[in-house]
């Protein structure tokens, strides 16, 4: 199997173990993302936003709209040494500057990005509307009811940045 299939699939993996985690634990349906859709309480795929060059061709993997939130998820999976970890500065542009929700968080799970680059993203997201989870941790956090970070968990991630 060629390297890139092997990713993609990978890839794929995780984004169907979040989706799982969020359909067994919250009262949400999943659905391919429509413009018309109601918002509520549902788990919407592949789901347009503009980057920060003003491309409104990019796709997230998830939109979460449970209760009153809107929470826009992405993946990132990096098995092997490859490009994925070169991009986290532009997923950290794109979500901290450029989706219109008030609230992100990136999973990212696999050995293969290259040293400091997970840590780097964690550091640059801590205080912003991103929160940077493994796959263990989000979870947790779904399981908990995606509780929203307290003025004390804000206090830290400033601190520890």
């Not at 092997?6 to 985690?21: F, P, Q, T």
């Not at 490009?83 to 929700?101: A, G, W």
Request: with cysteine; charged share 30%.
């Amino acid at each position: 199997m060629k390297q890139g299939t092997k990713a993609n699939k990978s890839g794929l993996r995780l984004e169907d173990k979040v989706e799982n985690i969020i359909l067994d634990n919250l009262e949400v349906v999943a659905r391919k993302y429509s413009k018309t859709e109601i918002r509520k309480n549902v788990l919407l795929k592949h789901v347009p936003y503009t980057n920060i060059y003003g491309n409104t061709r990019c796709r997230s993997e998830f939109l979460l709209c449970h209760k009153s939130r809107k929470v826009r998820i992405e993946c990132k999976f990096q098995e092997s040494a490859g490009s994925v970890d070169e991009k986290l500065p532009y997923l950290f542009m794109n979500f901290t500057k450029s989706i219109p929700e008030e609230e992100a968080i990136i999973v990212i799970e696999g050995n293969g990005f290259k040293k400091g680059a997970k840590e780097w993203l964690r550091k640059k997201c801590a205080g912003t509307k991103v929160s940077v989870m493994n796959l263990e941790e989000f979870a947790r956090h779904v399981a908990a009811d995606l509780p929203k970070k307290n003025i004390l968990g804000r206090l830290f991630d400033w601190v520890t940045a």
